[in-house]
């Protein structure tokens, strides 16, 4: 493992060779990793994101990033299924309802309570339809919703999911919605090109109501900027394509200790590789940097394919058995291309893949 993993506490270092050495299994059985993911909550990742206060760690965006590109060097599924986790607990985190973080947070901190997101229906996904595809109306002491979020990640496997949805007046809320409330129904998970094992499918919901204690946060025009965790293309999608290039680029390099064909190619990916990271740490950091988040994911995008697409190519035909490190990766890096990507990135990457001009987003 490169020096990235050397860098985190012990009992992290031991998580990551653990994931390391699960990975292929993960990738190839199509279930939902229940076994990482307690790994994950036993070696306390899951506090990390939660100030102590409620029961966290409350780790700094420094120290969280560097646990990020360790994890997702050593396992993409159960990293991605981490964020969606970390996503639903930032919304929660920056609500004003102070009783439902004291409710779900020390929970949530310690693995007991497992929750996910279904948001990208107000983001990057559905966005060219007329009609909202999950609609809230209000009823009394709460609101009741009706029709289905396209994308929640591990849904059958959540007790809470944290869902957006549509008023008619063109406002929105997000909503910290119990899994076994009568009218929802979470899909198991469908097949996928890659992650099916993260067990991603649509939320459908028929009158299910959520009680005004429930609200994470709205009813209010453009509410996922209004609470704390922003819109899509953050940084943490960068920092997992990053952090599978990392991957990638140490596979090149082992080879190209026996290859001398591979050393310029190993070399030149390494450099990408630590100029983004250093962009990466920058825009973390806030500091003033040459490229903005939105240029960010488009360069890690772009790595991540080059970077996995040439792993297997070095790996050969051996690299196409599915149970080889540079194939899997190959696929997990097609992800990045549709996951929480803003359309002026999109639109960046399909000028890429056409080569012409106008890739910059
Ligand atoms: C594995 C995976 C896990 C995910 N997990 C989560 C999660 O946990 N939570 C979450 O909130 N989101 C999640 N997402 C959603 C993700 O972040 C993106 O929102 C999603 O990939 C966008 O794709 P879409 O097919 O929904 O886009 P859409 O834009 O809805 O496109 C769907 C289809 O509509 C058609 N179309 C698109 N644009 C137009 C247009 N302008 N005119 C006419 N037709 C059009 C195309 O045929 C397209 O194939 C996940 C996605 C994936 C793939």
Known sequence: MSSMVGKMPEEVQQLCMDLHEHAAEVDLKRQWPSETMSWLAKAGVFRWFIPPVYGGDGWSEDQILNGYLALSQSCITSTFILTQWN??????????NEQL???????????????????????????????????????????????FSPWVTSAAQADVIVLGASLDD???????????????????????????????????????????NRIVAGPVENVLQTNSGGGAGGLQTSTLAIGLTLASVEYLQQQAEKRQDLVP?????????????????DLNAGESCSMDAA????????????STQAALSAAKGAGFMASNPAGRWAREALFFLVWSCPQPVVSANLCELAQIAGSAP
Request: glycine content about 6%; proline content about 2%.
């Open 87 to 96: 996503a639903a607990c930032k919304r929660i985190l920056g609500s004003v």
């Open 295 to 306: 240029e960010l994911r488009q360069r890690a995008n772009s790595l991540v394919l080059r």
């Open 170 to 212: 063109g406002t929105q809320i997000i909503a910290a919605v119990s899994t076994d409330s009568a009218g929802l129904e979470a899909s198991r998970g469908a097949d996928l090109v890659a992650l099916s094992s993260s067990c991603t499918d649509a939320v459908r919901l028929e009158n299910v109501f959520v009680p005004e």
């Open 101 to 147: 973080k004291q409710d779900l947070l020390p929970a949530m901190a310690d693995g007991s309570l497992f929750a996910t997101v279904g948001i990208s229906h107000l983001t990057t996904s559905r966005q060219h339809l007329a009609k909202p595809v999950l609609i809230a109306e209000r009823a009394e002491n709460g609101f009741m919703l009706n029709g």
């Open 265 to 281: 190619v190993a070399q030149k990916m390494d450099r990408d590789a630590e100029e983004l990271c250093r962009v990466l740490r």
